[in-house]
């Protein structure tokens, strides 16, 4: 029954570093409810629309203010313009509560969804950047949607669920919640 639950769950896998790709897909459980062209065409807007504009260097042909061109890896304001061309809003937690003062049983409908921004290191350390997570309730069940993972994890309660935010807040994890934008 619990895989059959699962399988109904859409899930997106890791491929370079899309992790917001796929974290936004996990969000709204569509496969394209966001393509890497509509992320790089969000970025390419930010930086055209930036008052403040670096100076140019050939490093940014690749290495661009707001992605990577060949590999993705996405910052928080393609995150926020992607959120709010679908209707949705994005709330930062504040890092000095926890995760007690989420309101975990709101409804899908008023809270779409947590996205995580996660701190990494690879290569002993040598290498350290950050990691985008879903998670996500779907038919009353709180799912990690990471592209990591071969499959959806589903909490098996909401206190579960507060231990995992809680460690991550611990972690410095950032947490960003996914609100309809008529319910703030």
């Not at 896998?13 to 796929?22: A, E, G, I, V």
């Not at 504009?53 to 304001?77: A, E, M």
């Amino acid at each position: 029954m619990a895989d059959e639950k699962i399988q109904q769950i859409y899930h997106e896998r890791q491929k370079l570093q899309f992790c917001l790709l796929h974290a936004l897909n996990n969000l709204f459980q569509e496969k394209d409810a966001f393509t890497r062209k509509d992320l790089d065409d969000i970025a390419e807007k930010l930086v055209l629309d930036d008052p403040y504009k670096g100076n140019w260097t050939p490093l940014r042909v690749i290495f661009k203010p707001h992605h990577n061109s060949l590999t993705g890896n996405y910052d928080i304001n393609v995150l926020i313009t992607a959120v709010e061309g679908k209707g949705k809003k994005v709330v930062w937690h504040d890092q000095r509560n926890k995760a007690s003062s989420i309101n975990l049983d709101e409804s899908e409908s008023r809270l779409t969804g947590i996205v995580l921004n996660v701190p990494v290191k690879r290569y002993g350390g040598i290498w350290k950047s950050r990691h985008w997570v879903c998670l996500r309730k779907v038919n009353g069940v709180w799912y990690n949607l990471d592209s990591d993972f071969a499959s959806p994890y589903s909490f098996q309660s909401v206190e579960e669920l507060r231990d995992f935010l809680d460690a991550a807040i611990d972690g410095g994890t950032e947490i960003l919640l996914v609100k309809d934008d008529e319910q703030l």
